[in-house]
């Protein structure tokens, strides 16, 4: 494995809530040296919606040593404005690539199929997994077509601007054409469904004689996660249950997740030694199937926080290899639009002042970096080991 690398929010944004609602530009800096240099990472997948934040974090990474995987992403909008935001990123990213040949790559979006309008029916994300019609669409493969004209025209329109690698990060119910591209990317999440098929459904992607970049794959952070794969965050529908409501709201699919792990009085059993686990053997996989790299889904979530207090602990149900702490000064801000977003997605009203209890203890730094509002879980030292060794 050549790439061997993480993915870093600067802010993902779905229905108007921010992944990353503070952009510190010396944090990041100081997040992706440790990426670089205790992580050993060599190459780094930046990805969120608003272009300044993901052009100073590459710049900074690229100052770094970093290669850059750089990978704009506008979700749930209609093609023509995905399109033109994408050109608007390629413009800015040129000026980088220019000043760093070879260290920038430029991703033309990631499983459009189920982010972006006009593809399958529904307005957002979770509109298009409740469709009635959306899995016999899939089955039928009505949506490759429509996504590959969408592909081969940003392709040809990104490449009037920016003049280094492009590839798509695909998910594996998406058939890409990907003749024209530099790269073959696909996200791809290890669960209980494919355990035994992983190795050989990431080793046929080599078929297409293109160097494979995984972009994302990993596993949540408690006993079960291993089961549900890329579908972990699920659980955090689930830590409300004074609002079965919300369940109700969810695709079946989803809801029937909820129930899969293990539960101690009612709770998920957080279990940083699974995720560490799950890691390593997955990357060992990845690796023997011959990559050309991956991306470790993600450094950090600072919305979802680490509680003591397992009702309220929403960092089992994310992917990072570090905990979050709360910040005072972002608490309200992420309870707001967590509540915003249930109302948007689901129609059910909660009061922000619920999910404020998810924060635990605000202002806590780590012990092993006391200038970072986190702590490494297992699952940082173990990437980390596996990367120093290959």
């Known amino acids: 494995m050549n790439r061997k690398g993480v993915c870093y929010d600067v802010g993902r944004v779905m229905l108007g809530v921010n992944w990353r609602p503070k952009f510190d530009a010396p944090v990041v800096h100081r997040e992706?040296?440790?990426?670089?240099?205790?992580?050993?990472?060599?190459?780094?997948?930046?990805?969120?919606?608003?272009?300044?934040?993901?052009?100073?974090a590459s710049e900074d990474a690229l100052a770094l040593g970093l290669e850059v995987w750089l990978s704009p992403e506008m979700w749930d909008k209609k093609q023509v404005e995905t399109l033109q935001y994408l050109v608007r990123a390629a413009t800015e990213a040129e000026k980088l690539r220019q000043k760093y040949p070879g260290k920038l790559v430029f991703s033309l979006g990631s499983e459009l199929t189920l982010f972006m309008q006009d593809i399958v029916e529904g307005d957002n994300f979770l509109e298009r997994m409740s469709s009635p019609a959306f899995w016999d669409n899939i089955r039928?493969?009505?949506?490759?077509?429509?996504?590959?004209?969408?592909?081969?025209?940003?392709?040809?329109?990104?490449?009037?601007?920016?003049?280094?690698?492009?590839?798509?990060?695909?998910?594996?119910?998406?058939?890409?054409?990907?003749?024209?591209?530099?790269?073959?990317?696909?996200?791809?999440?290890?669960?209980?469904?494919?355990?035994?098929?992983?190795?050989g459904m990431v080793k046929a992607y080599l078929a297409h004689n293109k160097p494979v970049m995984i972009g994302e794959f990993g596993c949540c952070t408690y006993q079960g996660a291993e089961k549900l794969g890329g579908n972990g965050f699920i659980i955090s529908f689930g830590m409300l249950p004074d609002h079965p409501e919300l369940n109700q709201k969810l695709p079946r699919g989803f809801a029937e997740m909820i129930e899969i792990p293990p539960r101690v009085d009612g709770h998920c059993v957080r279990d940083e030694g699974l995720q560490a686990r799950e890691l390593a053997d997955q990357l060992g996989v990845l690796d023997a199937a011959g990559v050309e790299g991956a991306f470790v889904f993600t450094f950090i979530s600072p919305t979802s926080t680490y509680n003591e207090d397992p009702r309220y602990d929403s960092d089992m149900a994310s992917f990072s290899l570090v905990k979050s702490y709360a910040e005072a000064d972002t608490v309200e801000e992420i309870a707001k639009q967590t509540a915003r977003q249930g109302n948007q997605l689901l129609g059910v009203n909660v009061d922000p002042g619920i999910f404020v209890r998810f924060a635990g203890e605000v202002g806590k730094h780590g012990k092993i970096y006391p200038d970072m509002p986190w702590e490494p879980k297992a699952s940082f030292r173990v990437v980390a080991e596996y990367y120093s060794l290959h």
């Open 32 to 56: 992706l040296g440790i990426i670089k240099n205790d992580l050993h990472c060599n190459a780094v997948r930046i990805c969120g919606l608003d272009i300044e934040r993901l052009i100073v």
């Open 140 to 199: 039928a493969g009505k949506h490759n077509q429509p996504l590959n004209a969408f592909l081969s025209a940003a392709n040809q329109a990104v490449r009037e601007v920016f003049h280094g690698d492009i590839t798509y990060f695909s998910v594996p119910l998406e058939t890409v054409d990907w003749k024209n591209l530099d790269f073959l990317g696909v996200d791809m999440y290890r669960d209980a469904r494919i355990q035994d098929a992983y190795g």
